[in-house]
Structures are given as C-alpha cells and as structure tokens.
C-alpha cells in the first residue's frame, strides 16, 4: 500500500488545502488521468469543456502537465498497470493539491471494484478530497461538483469585491495613435520582422522612439526620431526593420503618401 511522503502529507495538510481553495477560487488548473475506465467519463469531461457549457466562466481549465495543475482528476478504476503513474502524478502535483475522485469507478471502482486486475476507487491508493459520482457524471454534474469543491458556489451566491486586491492587474496605456490596433499590428510585423525575441525589442526600440515625438500624430516629427533611432543602431538590422514598421505599419495608419517614407537605401551596413 502506498505511503504518503512525509513531505507531501506535511504540505498537504487541512489548512494549506484550505488556503489554497481560497487563492484558487477564481480560476483553478486541472488535470485529468485515466487509470483504466472505459472513456466514458473523458467523453463527459470533453462535453463539459465545450462551449455549450463554458467552464472557464468558472476559471476551470484542463492543463497537459500534472506539474501545472491545483487539481488532480482521477477517472477509471485504479489498475495495476496504472497505479504507479497514478503515483507520479500525484507526487508531481503541486502542494497543497485538491484530489477529485471522479464518476462511480473513480469513486469505489465501479463495476470492476471485485476485479483481480483492480485496486479499487483512487481513495484506496491516493487521499481524495472530493467525490463526483455518476457513471458517467453529467456536464453540469461535472461542473457543479468542481465548483462546489473548489467553494465557487459559495462565492456566487455572495458579493465579493476584488477591488483592493494586490497586486493590481497593469492597466491598459492609451494607444498612441487612439487605434488599439495600431500597437496590435506593429508588433506583429515586427515578430515577423526579427522572430519571437528580437520582434520585441524592435517593438520596443519603435515605441520608444515614437514617444520622442511631441506629437506621435505628426509624420514628420515621428519620422524625425525613427532616422535618428536608426542612426544610433550599431546592428542596421534593426534600423532597417525600423524603417520598414516606419513604411509600412506607421504610415498606413495615417493614411498617408508613399512619400512620407523612410528612405531604407541610405541605412549604412559598414556598422560592425
């Protein structure tokens, strides 16, 4: 029979649960492993997942990594088979974690409970927290159970204020030309431009020079501070990528002639 580590059970105890249902109660990570059903409970669980029913209203999200997840999902009877992955899922979860034994095999073992191939229900292997049963559970069985076991349906039938929470969320900066979209498209070219990493930093090295301008509306002005952003790069890569976010992103939201453009063949590549 399995031991809980000393450790686990250490971190793992009431009153970290406990505070964990209280940080998770907005949104919570979920992974789901089968140890042995007959799929029926996953078809449910996907069916749950699917926009008819929308449980990430709820913030419950399926995760591909036990080592991602503030609940562990145990569907099937556990067999010998899967009883040590069962295991290394558990002992991979983060601590504090949340155990839901889920549908009447995950619960008891089902059907298959006197089988010489089965343990019986997760609560013989692995502590459980919370049972959802059915065979299989309902979509709103599914989701309500979740809810209930993380306190959601509490917190619903309340009001909560989460206006002095700390930290705060970022807010939002005003975009520079009142077009929200104008930022969005900027840095998809400049990702286009210099891949992943460096997109961001031209992205940044633009933005920084736009606000150089006394008025980021005026072609000219910004033209100014992008040549002069140009001329400072010791990589002319980014110049001339400068340049072309300048040609073709800038100018296109201003609606303005191809004559405005940054003259890209004056870029210098002796730069080392």
């Known amino acids: 029979m399995y031991i809980v580590p000393k450790d686990i059970e250490k971190n793992s105890d009431l009153n970290s649960k406990l505070e964990l249902l209280k940080n998770i109660k907005r949104s ?23 926009p008819l029913w929308d449980p990430e209203r709820f913030g419950f999200k399926l995760v591909a990594n036990p ?3 503030d609940i562990l999902l ?23 974690k949340i155990v839901v034994a889920f549908g009447a095999c995950g619960a008891s073992g089902g059907i298959f409970h006197d089988s010489y191939a089965v343990w019986g229900g997760a609560d013989k292997v692995i502590p459980v927290d919370v049972f959802i049963p059915g065979c299989p559970p309902h979509p709103a069985s599914i989701i309500y159970g979740l809810a ?10 309340q009001k909560q204020s989460y206006k002095d929470d700390k ?12 077009n929200s979209s104008f930022e969005r498209d900027l840095l998809v070219k400049a990702k286009f431009l210099m891949s992943y990493i460096h997109g ?21 002005l910004v033209k100014e501070q992008i040549s002069k952003a140009i001329n400072e790069q010791e990589d002319p890569r980014f ?32 730069k080392k």
């Open 74 to 96: 145990v569907t099937g009877p556990i067999t010998r088979q899967m009883y040590y992955p069962l295991l290394r899922a558990y002992e991979a979860t983060p601590d504090p």
């Open 200 to 220: 961001r930093i031209l992205y940044d090295k633009f933005i920084s020079a736009m606000k150089l301008a006394s008025d980021p509306k005026d072609a000219n």
């Open 239 to 270: 110049g001339e990528c400068l340049g072309i976010l300048y040609n073709e992103i800038y100018l296109k939201y201003l609606s303005l002639a191809s004559l405005e453009a940054i003259n890209l063949d004056q870029i210098s590549w002796d």
């Open 67 to 69: 080592r991602h997840a």
């Open 167 to 178: 930290p705060m969320p970022q807010i939002v900066q005003a975009p520079l030309l009142e």
């Open 28 to 50: 919570f990570s979920v992974f789901r492993i089968d140890c042995g059903g007959c799929n029926g409970c996953e078809i449910e669980i996907y069916a749950a997942l699917s």
């Open 148 to 157: 209930t076991g993380v306190g959601l349906i509490e917190q619903k039938m």
